[in-house]
């Protein structure tokens, strides 16, 4: 089905002679459908989506607008409803994003990549000759700047109050100017509005990054968490990092790697959520004292972001590029994964800035989205220079 976007800017079906189908925004801020009301039962049942998920169809609203179930009270009412027990015990996914086709990622073999006789240390991810390099991905699977993931119903509407600027899809609040079509109107300093701490850790996982002992620069926990995923091939997963696991696996993996015991993980999916979660729960973010020039800067180009990561502590500096590497690599498997590297950023993004619960869900979106694209100019300029060198070392 081919989409358009509506006055606010936000994407939608064009209208289609058919039966009734439903999309939904999920957790990621993706666009996903078409769905049956009898998938969109069963996502609401088994906690895939809820009372607060975006929906859209064509009988919700007269403006073709998105709105949130809890809104819909006929809907939620019928979403409420026990499965019946013909569907009990059949198994169901969430649909996977429209450019490609669905799969349910199948676990991959726990054959090591990792040969002692090659002299390759445990944490260094061998890489398959065979695999294409990112650079032969597209680094954006969809034009994202002309696309807001904020719900229409959200944006305030009105011309941008910016001197000189009469650009209407502004929407009045001066948020956009990370776009180049809206590039008169100046971002606000977002930053402002909120305290940037984290309660107490009650985990390992969220001491300092200076408390925690390092191999080969780089926190321990995500190097040994790294090696595992690439011993069991977990980066050859279909959704990995994108897909969560269950909770209860998540829970024994988690306990397992705090233990240190990092060789009875089996999971892939939990070790991939792990290595977000390590991220999310730092007491400060990994942008340290950098972090309200990422959100406030007007970026435009990879040079100026990786200026700004340059200028962070040593510890903080080398766990970015890191992430970077990981992507990188992520990204060469791309036909088993289907991870591009627009889908790493989008995942990674609501990990990397410790947003408070106090701010308004219009904040949570623009800041996300700011994030997002502060991380893709940084791994576009990481990708041409750091890339292209291991480029020339595979080919060898």
């Known amino acids: 089905m081919t989409s358009a976007e509506n006055s606010d800017g936000l994407w939608v079906p064009k209208k289609a002679s058919q039966d009734q189908a439903y999309y939904f925004i999920d957790a990621n801020r993706a666009y996903r459908g078409p769905i049956s009301k009898r998938t969109l039962h069963y996502l609401f049942n088994t906690q895939a989506i809820s009372r607060n998920t975006y929906v859209f169809t ?29 569907e009990l015990g059949v198994e169901h996914q969430p649909m996977p994003p429209p450019a490609y086709q669905p799969g349910l990622a199948q676990s991959a073999g726990a054959t090591s990549l990792s040969d002692s006789s090659s002299g390759v240390a445990r944490g260094e991810a061998s890489l398959d000759a065979s695999a294409p390099l990112v650079n032969d991905s597209p680094m954006v699977a969809t034009p994202r700047h002309n696309i807001s993931m904020s719900p229409a119903n959200l944006n305030s509407g009105g011309q941008c109050s910016a001197a000189g600027c009469g650009n209407s899809a502004c929407g009045g609040s001066n948020r956009t100017k990370l776009f180049p079509q809206f590039a008169r109107c100046p971002p606000p300093r977002i930053s402002r509005k909120f305290p940037w701490s984290r309660p107490p850790p009650k985990f390992k996982f969220g001491q300092p990054i200076s408390a925690v002992p390092l191999q080969n620069g780089v926190p321990e926990v995500l190097v040994q968490l790294r090696a595992q995923l690439w011993d069991s091939k977990g980066y050859r997963l279909e959704g990995i990092f994108r897909v969560s696991p269950m909770g209860s696996q998540l829970k024994l993996t988690r306990q397992m790697a705090e233990a240190g015991q990092f060789d009875k993980i089996s999971d892939m999916e939990s070790v991939a959520q792990l290595i977000k979660q390590w991220f999310r729960e730092l007491p400060e973010s990994i942008f340290g004292p950098s972090l309200e020039a990422v959100i406030d ?16 502590p040593e510890r903080n500096r080398a766990t970015i590029y890191w992430l970077l590497h990981l992507i990188f690599d992520i990204c060469r498997y791309e036909d088993d994964n289907r991870m591009t590297a627009q889908s790493m950023t989008i995942v990674f993004a609501p990990n990397l800035v410790f947003a408070p619960e106090s701010i308004s869900p219009l904040d949570a979106l623009e800041l996300n989205k700011r994030v997002v694209h502060f991380t893709e100019l940084l791994f576009s300029h990481w990708n041409l220079a750091e890339g292209g060198r291991r480029r020339a070392t595979v080919s060898q």
């Open 58 to 86: 064509e009988e919700l609203t007269e403006t073709r607008q998105w709105i949130r179930i809890r809104k819909l009270p006929t809907l939620l009412e019928e979403l409420q409803r026990p499965l019946p027990s013909a």
């Open 297 to 312: 800067g007007d970026f435009t180009s990879g040079e100026q972001a990786d200026h700004i990561v340059s200028q962070l």
